[in-house]
Structures are given as structure tokens and as C-alpha cells.
């Protein structure tokens, strides 16, 4: 029975199997004991006790007096949010950058080529301490601000802006928005399975704007109108009214979108040198121009190559954000060491942490997963 490879190929795993479970359970068991006998509290009932610290930004209402999980979520907002700008960012900048740096204009390709260098081989953490100077050093202070008019300041104490005042109508703009998306990527759907089938195009153009643009513009007409904004004014020591994106946002952002777009340039310089050159040469043959074929020949065949490692370039965004902490923007981190530090329950809350960034990265890989799916080549 040893003889078979098969057998003992199954005997090797079950034994590994077992040694991994039994470590593990000697861990688990040696961390109760010593919990136990230090009388250390374990649980997640601290979650639900009132939370008694400020947070000096949120995507979510939340004040001192709400509870742990409540600060948590905040938290979380915070991360995704920045998250979410900063991949969008990012992608843009790496896009101009990477298709830049294979341009015919020496100086530009050159200059592409420089801030891929730099801002590759400077660490992350350093690029956030110099963007957060820059912004709470050689800006003014509040009362000094920079005037960029319409309502629109810049200062040591962030960037304010004018925000519409609440009304119904803009509760009617989102919702006509998210019907028109969804409209509109019915309506392109269709408009290729007509072409594939019968060869008929449809417009694409108009259409898909009346869809995106018309719907939410008719909610707004419908329901008033309104144009009220709320205006920042400086009164006292800062400003009041509109929005602010404070400094410390700022910097993450900005640091995380210019640090990760350098790595992202290379991987669409490299999907696009993967396209054969001959791919090209029948575009220019059938006439189009240079932006044509980069939109329509090139890129298109350049995802392929270009998806898997752009998804981890949007891993690495993510958890780099949990830097966040060394320049005070209160991420989730930032939030849990508050947690840990009022409450003693570290292991909960590096467990929820753990739990937190793993979800988020499954999810982008999940979804990148299907996008890169959709759009690779499928021979015929």
C-alpha cells in the first residue's frame, strides 16, 4: 500500500494537515490560558459600550457618545473612502504616465520616465510626511487663506468649498442618477448584441448621455430646481458652512494615488508593448488616427496583460492606507488603536482589523476577477 505514490502523497498531506491544526491549537489554547490567568477580559462586548472619543472626520454621522462599533464603522468609511478616490486617481495618473512614457516627443517621454523613477524608489511613508508638509507648512494659516474665488479657500487648515444646502431634489438627482447608469449599460448591452447579430449599429453617444446626464437633470427641474449653496465664510478662527477636505486627507490621497500610479504607468506601458506591432499598422492602414487606435485597438487587447497585476497595485493601495495613522487621518487603524488603548482589548481588535482588510481584499479581487473575465479575448 506504502508503495503507491498516491497513497503516500495522501498520508504526507494528512499528516501536515494535522501538525498545522495541532499548533494551532496549541496557540489558541497556551493564549486562553495565559488571558485567563492574568484576568484579562476576552470578547467583543466591549463593542457595544459608549466609545467617549471625538473623531475629527467621518463619512457617517458619529459623536463621542455613540459605541465602539459605531467609532469602528466610521472608521472603516474613512479607509474606503480614501481608498476608493485614491485607486481612481491613481489608475488615471498611471494611465497618462505609462502611455507617456512610449510617447515620440522626447521631453515628455523622459519626463514620464523621471517621476516613475523617483517616486518608486522613495518609500511611501516619506512621500506622506512631505505632502502633509506641504500642506500644513508652506500654506497660510486660516485667517491668510487663499482666496481661489467662488467660494473656494485653501489653508493650512484644508480646502473648503461650497456644497449644495439639503433638499429633496438632490435625494431625486442620486436616484435618477443610478437608474441612468443602470440604463445605460442596459441600452450599450443591446447595442452590441444587435450589432454582433445583425451588423445594424445604434447610436451609443446621445443616447447613453440623455440616459446618464438627461434623467438626473429632469429629476432636479421636477423637483425645484434648487441652486442654494452652502458657502464657507471665515468667521472667528475658521472657516464655516460648505465642505473641507482637511490636510491629512489630502496628503493620504495624494500620496497614495502618486506612489501607486508610478507602478501602475509600468504595467500599461508593459499591456501595451505586449500588443503586437502589426495590430497598429492595420489600424493606421484603415485609417484612424494614433488617439483612435490607442482607444479602440490597443488598449482594448492591453487589458489582458494589464488586469492581473493592476489588481495588485489596488491590494497594495488599500493596505497601504492603514498608514494613514502616522499623519492623524483616523482610519480604521487609527480608530482601533484608540480602541485598544481605551478598552486593553487588543486582540479583538487587531482580529477585527485582520478581518476588515481581508474582506476588502477579497472583494477587489473578486471584482477584478470578473471585469478581467468580461474583457479578455475569446477566440472564435
Known amino acids: 500500500m506504502f508503495a503507491s505514490e498516491r497513497v503516500r502523497g495522501m498520508l504526507y498531506q494528512v499528516l501536515l494537515l494535522g501538525a498545522v491544526i495541532g499548533v494551532g491549537w496549541y496557540l489558541v489554547s497556551n493564549t486562553l490560558h495565559n488571558l485567563s490567568t492574568r484576568e484579562i477580559q476576552v470578547g467583543f462586548e466591549f463593542l457595544g459600550r459608549e466609545a467617549g472619543f471625538e473623531i475629527a472626520e467621518t463619512q457617517i454621522a458619529y459623536s463621542a457618545q ?47 520616465s523621471a517621476y516613475v523613477e523617483v517616486m518608486r524608489n522613495i518609500p511611501l511613508l516619506l512621500q506622506l510626511f512631505v505632502w502633509y508638509g506641504i500642506f500644513t507648512e508652506l500654506l497660510p494659516p486660516v485667517r491668510q487663506a487663499i482666496d481661489l474665488g467662488g467660494g473656494f479657500f485653501i489653508s493650512q487648515r484644508g480646502f473648503f468649498y461650497p456644497w449644495p444646502e439639503p433638499h429633496a431634489a438632490w435625494s431625486m438627482v442620486g436616484i435618477t442618477l443610478v437608474v441612468g447608469i443602470a440604463l ?27 440616459l446618464v446626464l438627461g434623467l438626473p437633470l429632469r429629476g432636479w427641474i421636477l423637483m425645484g430646481a434648487p441652486t442654494a449653496l452652502d458657502t464657507p465664510a471665515l468667521r472667528g478662527f ?30 500599461v506601458r508593459a499591456g501595451i508593448l505586449a500588443v503586437p506591432r502589426g ?38 493601495l488599500t493596505k497601504n492606507s492603514s498608514l494613514a495613522v502616522a499623519i ?5 487603524v487609527a480608530v482601533a488603536n484608540t480602541t485598544m488603548n481605551q478598552t486593553g482589548q487588543a486582540i479583538e481588535a487587531i ?5 476588515v482588510y481581508l474582506t476588502i481584499s477579497l472583494l477587489i479581487s473578486l471584482f477584478m476577477n470578473w471585469y478581467n473575465a468580461r474583457v479578455r479575448l475569446v477566440e472564435r
Open 66 to 112: 455613540d459605541t465602539y462599533l459605531r467609532a469602528l464603522a466610521a472608521g472603516l468609511f474613512n479607509t474606503l473612502y480614501v481608498s476608493a478616490l485614491g485607486i481612481v486617481l491613481a489608475t488615471v495618473i498611471g494611465t497618462v504616465i505609462g502611455i507617456a512614457r512610449l510617447s515620440s516627443n522626447w521631453l515628455l517621454a523622459r519626463l514620464a
Open 184 to 210: 445605460a449599460v442596459a441600452y450599450k448591452r443591446h447595442a452590441h448584441r444587435l450589432q454582433d447579430q445583425t451588423g445594424r449599429q445604434l447610436p451609443l453617444a446621445l443616447p447613453i448621455a440623455a
Open 238 to 267: 475658521n472657516f464655516r458652512g460648505g465642505k473641507v477636505l482637511s490636510p491629512e486627507f489630502m496628503a493620504l490621497l495624494l500620496g497614495l494615488s502618486t506612489y501607486t500610479a508610478s507602478f501602475i504607468a509600468e504595467i
Open 279 to 316: 495590430q497598429t499598422e492595420a489600424a493606421m492602414s484603415l485609417g484612424l488616427t494614433p488617439g483612435q487606435d490607442l482607444r479602440l485597438v490597443t488598449l482594448p487587447q492591453a487589458l489582458r496583460v494589464i488586469i492581473p497585476p493592476m489588481t495588485s497595485q489596488y491590494l497594495n
Open 328 to 332: 492623524g487621518y483616523p482610519d480604521i
Open 351 to 355: 482580529a477585527i482589523l485582520m478581518a
